[in-house]
Each structure stands twice: as structure tokens, then as C-alpha cells.
């Protein structure tokens, strides 16, 4: 997925302003191979939680809408709040029921800057680690 620096920072911030829970949201992509986001959508934890996240079902449901009108559903994004930003495997397990969306993982491991890296997960449980690039990178 190609990202403005602007849109990856809405993310990030969005895992600062609660850094003792897992956060989560959307990002809507353009339609097409380029798949360039055009929007980052918060969503709410309904477990307010450090360990998971869950969006709550009409919630995700008028994201995904959102996400089509404005091309598609790009990726679910969430946060670790103690460590590495890399799929656990409830993060895997979720992500069987939604092929070809990425998983951006924002890790704010203490006493580190926060690190955000992207992941396709196929429903056999493979993960891949994808690039975050800029537009026109």
C-alpha cells in the first residue's frame, strides 16, 4: 500500500493518544493496482484493552462502507502497546476472514519510538511483511 507520511501519522497519533490499550481503525484505498490510501477512519476498541482489539459489528460495517465509497477497504490497522509491531496470532486469526486487506501494526514498545510496519496474512496463517511506501515512491 502507498501512504502519505500525513495518513501513516494519523495512525501513529492515534496510538499515542492511548498508549495503554490497543487502538484500531481502517484505511480506504483508491481502487486499482496502485492502491494508494485516501483515508484513515478510527474505529473504537470495544475491549479498551492492552492485550486485543475488536471493532464492534455495525461499526465495521459502515467503515467498509465508507472505505467503498471512497475506493476500497486497504488494511485494519491496531496497536501493541508493549511490543513489536508484528501480527500475534489473535491478529491472524482474525485476519482469515479478510483476504487481501494489510494489517498495520503500529509497536509502541516501551522506551522505543513507535514503529509501524504492514502485513498480508493468507488464511493458512502466512505472514508477509508488505511496504508502507510514499505515493510516487
Known sequence: MKISPELLQEIVQHALEDPGNEV?????????????????????????????????????L??????????EL???????????PYPSQTDVNFAANWPD????????????????????IDGGGVVEEVPLDEPGG
Open 101 to 120: 486487506v494489510e494489517w498495520v501494526i503500529v509497536g509502541l514498545a516501551a522506551g522505543r519510538e513507535p514503529e509501524v510496519r504492514s502485513y498480508l
Open 74 to 84: 486497504g488494511a485494519i490497522y491496531h496497536s501493541h502497546v508493549r511490543s513489536a
Open 24 to 60: 484500531c481503525g481502517v484505511v480506504a484505498v483508491s481502487d486499482g493496482d496502485e492502491r494508494e490510501a485516501v483515508r484513515v477512519l478510527r474505529a473504537v476498541n470495544l475491549h479498551a484493552s492492552p492485550l486485543k482489539f475488536q471493532i464492534d459489528g455495525e461499526e465495521l
Open 62 to 71: 459502515a467503515l467498509w462502507k465508507q472505505c467503498e465509497e471512497l475506493g
